[in-house]
C-alpha cells in the first residue's frame, strides 16, 4: 500500500501583524515540500475556548442567547468562552458556566476537543457536559456581552437543531458528543435556505 500521506512544509521564519485581540496574526514564510516554492501563510494564534453543555436539576438544558456581530443575528447557543492565560480548559468551563447563566454544577464530564478551523487557527475548543446545575446567583457578564438564558427541555432541544434555530457549528460537535442528533441535523440540511441567503435566527 502506498503512503499517501502528505509531508509536513517546513517553517524558515515568521513574523507577526497587528494584534487583532481575537487573534494574534502570524505570517509564516513556509516552504511546500512538493514543488520547493516558498510561500507566505497565515497563521492566526488563538487562545483555546470552551463550551458546556449543560443541563440543571430538572434536566432541562441551559442555553444563552445574543447577538453575534459576524452574522448580525441573535443566536442560540451553549455557555462558553476563551480559556484564560494560567487556566486549565476545565477550570474555564466551570467559569464560563457561572458568568453567563448563574449556575453551577457538581459533576463535570469532558467530552473531548475540536479544532475550530485548522486552516489558519491554532487552537482547540474544549466541550464538556455538566450536570445537576443549579442557579447560584446573578449573570457576571463582561462589558462586551449581553445575553439571556433560556431552559430547554430536551426534545425542545432536537426541535431547534432540526429546525435551525441552533446552527453554530461548535454548538453543534458539542451538543452530538451528548446526543445522537443525525435525524435533526438532516432534517435542517434539507430544510436549509438556498446558498448565499442567511439562515441565521433573527430573534
Not at 494574534?24 to 487562545?47: F, I, S, Y
Not at 447577538?67 to 480559556?83: D, N
Not at 480548559?89 to 457561572?98: F, G, Q, W
Not at 475550530?116 to 457576571?140: M, V, Y
Amino acid at each position: 500500500m502506498v503512503d499517501e500521506t502528505p509531508r509536513p512544509w517546513p517553517r524558515l521564519g515568521s513574523e507577526y501583524a497587528q494584534d487583532l485581540h481575537l487573534f494574534q496574526p502570524r505570517w509564516d514564510q513556509m516552504r511546500n515540500p512538493r514543488t520547493g516554492k516558498v510561500m507566505a501563510r497565515l497563521v492566526l494564534e488563538t487562545p483555546a475556548w470552551v463550551n458546556v453543555v449543560a443541563r440543571n436539576a430538572r434536566g432541562r438544558y441551559l442555553l444563552v442567547r445574543q447577538f453575534r456581530f459576524g452574522s448580525a443575528s441573535v443566536t442560540t447557543e451553549i455557555p462558553g468562552g476563551v480559556v484564560d492565560a494560567g487556566e486549565s480548559p476545565l477550570v474555564a468551563a466551570k467559569r464560563e458556566l457561572r458568568e453567563e447563566t448563574g449556575h453551577v454544577a457538581p459533576r463535570w464530564t469532558s467530552l473531548g476537543s475540536v479544532a475550530p478551523n485548522p486552516a489558519f487557527q491554532d487552537n482547540r475548543c474544549h466541550h464538556f457536559l455538566a450536570e445537576g446545575a443549579t442557579l447560584e446567583g446573578a449573570l457576571e457578564l463582561d462589558p462586551g456581552e449581553d445575553l439571556c438564558v433560556i431552559e430547554l427541555e430536551e426534545g425542545e432541544l432536537r426541535e431547534w437543531v432540526a429546525q435551525g434555530r441552533i446552527d453554530h457549528v461548535l454548538v453543534l460537535s458539542a451538543l452530538s458528543r451528548h446526543l445522537d442528533l443525525r435525524a435533526e441535523l438532516a432534517h435542517a440540511a434539507q430544510s436549509a435556505p438556498p446558498t448565499g441567503t442567511s439562515g441565521q435566527e433573527q430573534g
